[in-house]
């Protein structure tokens, strides 16, 4: 399995700043994920990080609004820029792993970031 | 395209009864992955199984059990003697080439002793 941390568990931001989130994970992993939880909602993937090359987006989400950076094969940081409250979510990343049953995504705990 | 559809937003149930979790997915893949997580009220995400699509046998894990049908694209999850700690939002999910997870919407499950 892995162990992933993300810094910080939780914030409150105000409108117009921005908020970088750290993701770092125990094993070194090709491919790391960022998810948005909107309040009462699914996940939905903002963008595919994998190391040396850009991230990769989703509609919707582009990169001067969620700069991604992945510096090396265990870190990965996420900046929401410019937020307003509609920004307000849970920010998860997640790793995919080979496990003995296969491929398995494992995620962190989560970013809580209110916006006021 | 792909799509997750967890048509049930809520369940309540009293302890120990069962209680099955419905899925329904879209996928034009030949190989797929569908996935189900749970999501306590503290918020992490907890994996639960994996089931790639070649693979229809149904499985059973303690108290938890899934049922794979292709001819319906469906993957539902049953809780058998449901606990209080049961409760928890469950995710459906699936997984085309790509690596990329599509969730379902969720459904929270409120299980009442």
């Known amino acids: 399995s892995a162990v992933i941390s993300q810094k910080p568990s939780r914030d409150i931001c105000q409108r117009g700043t921005s908020l970088t989130i750290q993701c770092q994970v125990d094993s070194q992993v090709t491919m790391m994920f960022w998810y948005r939880q909107q309040p009462g909602q699914s996940l939905t993937l903002i963008a595919t990080?994998?190391?040396?090359?850009?991230?990769?987006?989703e509609s919707g989400f582009v990169i001067d609004k969620f700069p991604i950076s992945r510096p090396n094969l265990t870190f990965s940081t996420l900046t929401v820029s410019n937020m307003s409250p509609e920004d307000s979510s849970i920010y998860l990343c997640?790793?995919?792993?080979?496990?003995?049953?296969?491929?398995?995504?494992?995620f962190g705990p989560g970013t809580r970031l209110t916006v006021l | 395209a792909q799509k997750v559809t967890q048509a049930q937003t809520e369940i309540s149930v009293v302890e120990k009864e069962d209680v099955t979790l419905d899925c329904v997915y879209e996928t034009r893949d030949t190989t797929y992955y569908l996935f189900w997580y749970k999501q306590p009220p503290s918020g992490e995400l907890v994996f639960l199984i994996r089931r790639n699509s070649f693979d229809e046998q149904n499985e059973i894990s303690g108290r938890y059990s899934w049922n794979f049908q292709k001819s319906t694209s469906s993957f539902n999850f049953t809780i058998t003697a449901s606990q209080v700690v049961d409760s928890a939002v469950y995710f459906c999910a699936l997984m085309e080439y790509g690596n990329k997870l599509v969730f379902g919407a969720g459904t929270i499950l409120r299980v009442k002793s």
């Open positions: 990080a994998n190391q040396g090359s850009e991230a990769t987006y």
């Open positions: 997640s790793v995919e792993l080979e496990v003995d049953r296969g491929n398995e995504q494992f």
